[in-house]
């Protein structure tokens, strides 16, 4: 009978042992999932950021060319406003002037 006791706490103890593994065991497999969960993620942001830096990379290479153009605008605009200077130095300096010369001229 003692015997039979003994056999019962042992048959306790291991069930005990047993349940906790299982805890563990769950414990585990949610912790895997989690782990996997992550990972997907992981490989999400990494391919989002891939796509942002290529985004960064074109517009980087688009303000080089407006860069260019730009430096061309400011190049076109110095032409313009010398030829401008070249064209207002040729008009005479006041109106009197060009009605002495249109008077001149139709006099003679």
């Known amino acids: 009978n003692n015997n039979s006791n003994i056999n019962t706490e042992e048959i306790q103890k291991l069930e005990n042992e047993v349940q906790i593994l299982k805890n563990k065991l769950s414990q585990s497999s949610e912790t895997e999932k989690n782990y996997s969960a ?3 993620e992981i490989s999400r942001l990494e391919k989002e ?3 942002i830096k290529n985004k960064l990379s074109d ?3 688009k303000n080089k060319e407006f860069s260019v153009k730009d430096e061309d605008n400011k190049q076109n605009i110095e032409k313009l406003e010398t030829e401008i ?6 008009i005479p300096p006041n109106g009197a002037e060009l009605k002495q010369k249109i008077n001149a001229m139709s006099n003679a």
């Open 85 to 90: 200077l070249q064209l207002k130095s040729k």
């Open 38 to 40: 992550l990972e997907i």
């Open 59 to 61: 517009l980087e290479s």
């Open 49 to 51: 950021n891939i796509g």
